[in-house]
């Protein structure tokens, strides 16, 4: 079993990779391939920017990537309280690639943020939108505060609340509806 996990963020030392990286490794027998937006270069989205290039390499490389996975894990980085602007023009690179970007695989979404808000707009924005690009959300869960609950020397929650919410979180990832 194939698990593609990433942070939607471009940030080299993203908390949102760490988090997705960790919950991936949660899931027993899996073989992890944690992507970095950082090899996905793209120029800025525009219906003028398509009709030049056409659908560009890297954004193909990310939809085969989502396509080759058996479920998905995906934590979402909040800026202003949205998507950050390297994610949301990956995603909307690969939405004119394959309008299903998540191909019905299985997702779990997750977002945290260094603040007590835990990333939790952007979260409910994902999840809500997630049934019109082929997510088969399976959960989410929002991790606030990520310094105080995250050991970044270990890798690991301190927190035993939130590390037993995101196992229930993750454990939810193979189940029928």
């Not at 690991?156 to 229930?168: G, M, R, T």
């Amino acid at each position: 079993m194939k698990v593609v996990a990433f942070g939607a963020s471009n940030s080299k030392a993203s908390i949102n990779k760490k988090l997705a990286t960790y919950a991936a490794s949660m899931v027993e027998g899996a073989q992890v391939e944690v992507l970095d937006l950082n090899d996905y270069p793209l120029p800025l989205f525009g219906e003028d920017k398509e009709a030049e290039i056409g659908q560009p390499q890297p954004a193909k490389s990310f939809v085969d990537k989502l396509g080759s996975a058996d479920a998905i894990v995906v934590s979402l980085a909040e800026h202003n309280g949205s998507y950050t602007a390297a994610y949301k023009n990956l995603f909307d690179w690969a939405s004119r690639i394959n309008r299903e970007v998540f191909q019905q695989k299985p997702v779990i979404y997750l977002a945290t943020s260094p603040g007590p808000g835990g990333a939790a707009s952007v979260l409910a924005s994902a999840v809500g939108s997630a049934q019109f690009f082929g997510a088969d959300v399976k959960g989410s869960l929002s991790i606030p505060s990520f310094y105080d609950n995250f050991d970044l020397e270990a890798g690991v929650l301190k927190s035993e609340v939130i590390q037993q919410q995101l196992a229930q979180t993750m454990s939810t990832l193979f189940t029928a509806e």
